[in-house]
């Protein structure tokens, strides 16, 4: 969940530090950060974003890695480039996408975004080349801070969902057209991080089929292409899958399982399962029935840092309201909204 906190320079910070290690005190035992961008070109989407471009992002870390550790938890570093959602980018005054179409809907006002999405560039094979790098360089800086594994952001209308989506990869080449194409940059992420990072450092990878600006797109070619997308997966080297949908419970097709259960079904890796989550009783089946390994909390983790704990010790729960994350989606105004809860 971006919290647009960090420093000018994008790196991590004290007030950041507090945010996380509440969540692993709170019971929580694995904390997947919010986006970090991946490089100094035009993986930026969000004014006062955190990044993982450099020795001294990385390292701006490693105090919240520490103290995630010695609380018993782990944390891995979710790594993400905007593409043609981008918001702000302090390094260049453009946006780059698969194919030059203007985003669906506006810039998000809580992440201090105003009006219309630029219309972005298409990318050249050189700009999917500087990418793809971009995200192996974030990968090991990741590792070298000590993070105990990365997740590629692939999901929620960021540059690898934006390739895989229908109408905003309008590529003729090697990179469009066919489902395989369109995931062939997935493909090619994995297999460059693979290529530095340690073999025992996890590496997973985030699928769903809504966006941040679109909330009806779902996959067009439905269960096939959970099939062929996860399979593909499978065979790429990543350790596990998360899936996030509006209610992780519900069938992602017509007639069909969960996104998370098909994932599951056709990758044969753990997955870790998102997706509207107020109460424990949601869980149950998911995991029981084997649709997920692992159930991760967004919007009401955010109410309830100490969710696993107010369960186990039946504490009534703060019901999530986007006033936590309003004006500004911040850790300063989501403490204050907290504080007055109490």
Same mark, same amino acid.
Request: glycine share 10%; aromatic share 10%.
């Given at each position: ?132 790098? %971009?995200?192996? #360089?974030?990968?090991?800086?990741? &590792? $070298?801070?000590?993070?105990? @594994?990365?997740?590629?952001?692939? *999901?929620? +209308? ?116 998102? %997706?509207?989550? #107020?109460?424990?009783?949601?869980? &149950? $089946?998911?995991?029981?029935? @084997?649709?997920?390994?692992?159930? *991760?909390? +967004? ?44």
């Amino acid at each position: 969940m971006t919290r647009v906190s960090a420093n000018d320079d994008g790196t991590a910070n004290s007030q950041m530090q507090s945010y996380y290690h509440d969540f692993v005190k709170g019971g929580f035992g694995l904390i997947i950060t919010e986006c970090l961008y991946t490089d100094k070109a035009y993986s930026q989407c969000y004014r006062q974003q955190p990044g993982m471009s450099d020795y001294a992002q990385a390292e701006s870390w490693r105090s919240t890695i520490q103290g995630v550790h010695k609380e018993g938890g782990a944390i891995i570093a979710q790594l993400a480039h905007g593409g043609a959602i981008s918001q702000y980018n302090r390094y260049v005054n453009k946006t780059v996408a698969p194919s030059a179409v203007k985003p669906l809907g506006q810039q998000m006002t809580a992440y201090y975004g105003e009006g219309d999405y630029a219309l972005p560039t298409e990318m050249s094979e050189q700009n999917i080349k500087d990418a793809v790098q %971009g995200f192996a #360089d974030a990968a090991l800086l990741a &590792e $070298s801070a000590g993070f105990d @594994g990365i997740e590629i952001h692939g *999901a929620n +209308g960021y540059l690898l969902d934006q390739f895989l989506t229908t109408y905003t990869n309008q590529r003729q080449d090697q990179y469009g057209g066919s489902l395989s194409n369109r995931l062939r940059i997935h493909r090619e992420i994995i297999r460059a991080i693979r290529a530095v990072v340690s073999p025992d450092f996890l590496v997973g990878i985030r699928f769903s089929q809504t966006k941040v600006n679109d909330t009806e797109y779902r996959w067009p070619e439905g269960e096939a292409a959970a099939k062929e997308t996860f399979s593909l997966m499978g065979e790429s080297g990543v350790d596990f899958i998360h899936t996030t949908e509006y209610r992780l419970d519900k069938p992602a097709f017509e007639n069909s399982l969960s996104l998370a259960a098909l994932a599951k079904q056709y990758s044969g890796l753990p997955v870790i399962a998102n %997706g509207g989550v #107020d109460q424990p009783e949601q869980t &149950e $089946s998911t995991l029981n029935q @084997g649709h997920g390994d692992i159930i *991760a909390l +967004g919007k009401i983790a955010l109410s309830n840092p100490d969710w696993p704990k107010a369960i186990q010790s039946k504490k009534a729960l703060v019901p999530f309201d986007y006033a936590l994350l309003s004006p500004i989606a911040n850790i300063e105004n989501g403490n204050r909204y907290l504080a007055q809860q109490k």
